[in-house]
Structure formats: C-alpha cells, structure tokens
C-alpha cells in the first residue's frame, strides 16, 4: 500500500490550528478499520501508517506560534526528506507579509509545484499564490482574506463560501478549521471514502454525520 510523506511548512507567527489540524488528521488515519485501536494503543508500526507527518521550517530553528505557542520542527529546509505532500498553514497580517517577502521560504514552496500535492490553510494561499503555484486555478482562504487575495493576484480565481478547492495538484482551504475539511477530503482523495469516514469518526469530527 502506497505511503504518503508530509511536510507541514511552520514559521514565525504561523497559527496553530492552520496545522495542528492538518497534522493530526494525517496521523490519526489507518488503511483498517482494526488499525484504529492499535492506533490508539501506540501499537502501530510506522510502516503501517498510510502518512508519515514532520514539520520543516527554512532553519529549523524553534517556531513561535501566534499566540505564543513554541515548537520545535523535525526539519530545516536542508535537512528534509522528500516530501510526498506539502502543508503550508497561514497566519496574520504580519506573518503574511514576512513570509511573502521571504524568498528562502517562497522559492521552496515554489519547488514542490511539479510532482507535489500542495494544501494550503487559511492565509497560506497567498504564499502559494506568490509562489505562482494557483495562476490559472481557482482557490480560497480565509473569508477576511479573500479580498487581499483577489486584488494582489488577479490571475487566480478566487471561490469564496466553500471550505475547500481542489485543483488536482494544489488544494487550498478557507480558514483555521477548514484544514481539517481538506485533510479529511485529501485523505479519501488519496486512499477511498471509507478513510476519510474512519478518519473523521476517530477524530470525532462530525463531518460526515
């Protein structure tokens, strides 16, 4: 069976939710429905999980989280393996605006455009959309956002009151929880339906009630 490798991108003022969501979903699925309590028993093998999850930040230095938070990623952007899919989570005005002006971050998540699958959370969509990663596609953020988005990069169609858009290669999610919306979509995008379901219903996410 196929396993995924994620990298979740972390930076100065990313928020929390943006990719503890995504993170825990992509953990918290099983190929089983016998694989769920081996799960939760810490009985099941690294080999047996259809995602290995780590976080990558571009030094790998520790990460202030908005609000605070403080977490240390597995990878500097030289150090990390090839990921499989790439998570780049937002933040506020003023994590927007450092990242869209840091080239190390942008031209890294530029590279992931080719063979990749791309998500992003929230406010990420403005650096995949720096990265020109959404030109031609359609694409959503966070609903404070999406003015911001749609007047700094008028190439990209912006859909507005949906949780997520896939594009086949990039997925982009409205705000904060809708990560989780997207993480369960890709999850069944990429193993079958009956993973996400199992997914939502280990995670108690309501979703598909």
Request: negative net charge; contains cysteine.
């Amino acid at each position: 069976m196929k396993q995924f490798h994620v990298g979740i991108l972390l930076f100065n003022e990313v928020d929390a939710m943006d990719f503890v969501g995504p993170y825990e979903v992509f953990n918290l699925s099983t190929y089983k429905d016998s694989d769920v309590s081996k799960l939760f028993l810490n009985q099941l093998d690294k080999e047996e999980k259809p995602f290995l999850v780590h976080t990558v930040s571009e030094d790998g230095g520790l990460i202030t989280v908005h609000n605070g938070l403080k977490v240390q990623p597995d990878y500097s952007f030289q150090t990390a393996p090839d990921f499989d899919i790439v998570v780049v989570p937002g933040g506020p005005y003023r994590a927007i605006k450092t990242v869209t002006q840091n080239e190390g971050i942008i031209h890294w998540i530029a590279g992931k455009s080719e063979d990749k699958l791309v998500l992003s959370v929230c406010t990420g969509a403005l650096f995949l959309a720096k990265a020109g990663l959404l030109n031609g596609k359609q694409a959503t953020t966070n609903q404070a956002a999406l003015d911001l988005l749609e007047t700094s990069y008028p190439e990209v169609k912006v859909i507005r009151g949906v949780k997520f858009v896939d594009q086949g290669s990039v997925v982009t999610a409205a705000g904060i929880s809708a990560g989780i919306d997207m993480s369960l979509h890709v999850v069944g995008r990429l193993l079958d339906k009956e993973a996400g379901i199992r997914t939502a219903d280990t995670i108690e996410y309501n979703k598909h009630k």
